[in-house]
């Protein structure tokens, strides 16, 4: 069960394998010690890597996570091993962004999330994937996710 101590978590202070897969790797949460107050927190994954679901070749990206918590926060290395385990999982683009937020939207239940993935280009062409769930929450201030466009070499 979820608490402020990390009593009860499996990965946490311990060497941990990586998950094989996606639907392997097991996501943990801890309590929110501040659920009197919103806020935003964010996570951000500048080494993102997953297969082409066709191909097989590597695919690269930058994912930006933000959320304001609810009950309960994502624990970080459980989240570390999650996003790790898409190295060797075939999915396009739209399908790791998406999915990666609707785990953590059904793991969490967060007040709001936003994730963009900054996807490096394909044949040329770069594909940004962006969800959001809700509105943010009035007064949370989150700031822009500081990824820059993609210019190419011009």
């Known amino acids: 069960m979820a608490n402020t101590k990390g009593e009860g978590l499996t990965q946490l ?7 094989a897969s996606p639907e392997e790797a097991v996501l943990e949460r801890i309590e929110n010690p501040h659920q009197d107050v919103d806020y935003a927190a964010r996570f951000t ?4 890597t997953s297969l082409c679901p066709v191909t097989g070749q590597p695919d690269f990206a930058h ?25 060797n999982h075939g999915a396009f683009h ?24 900054y ?24 700031p822009e996710p500081g990824v820059a466009d993609y210019r190419g070499r011009g």
Do not use: N
């Open 13 to 19: 202070g311990g060497k941990s394998a990586f998950p």
């Open 45 to 48: 994954c500048p080494e993102f």
């Open 94 to 117: 739209e399908d790791c962004t998406v999915g990666i937020a609707k785990r953590l939207v059904d793991l969490l239940a967060p007040k709001w999330l936003r994730i963009g993935g």
């Open 119 to 142: 996807w490096y280009p394909r044949g040329g062409i770069p594909i940004d994937v962006f969800y959001q769930t809700g509105t943010l929450p009035g007064g949370v201030w989150v």
């Open 63 to 87: 994912l930006v996570i933000d959320y304001v918590p609810g009950s309960y926060l994502v624990e970080s290395k459980s989240l570390k091993l999650y996003l790790q385990s898409f190295r």
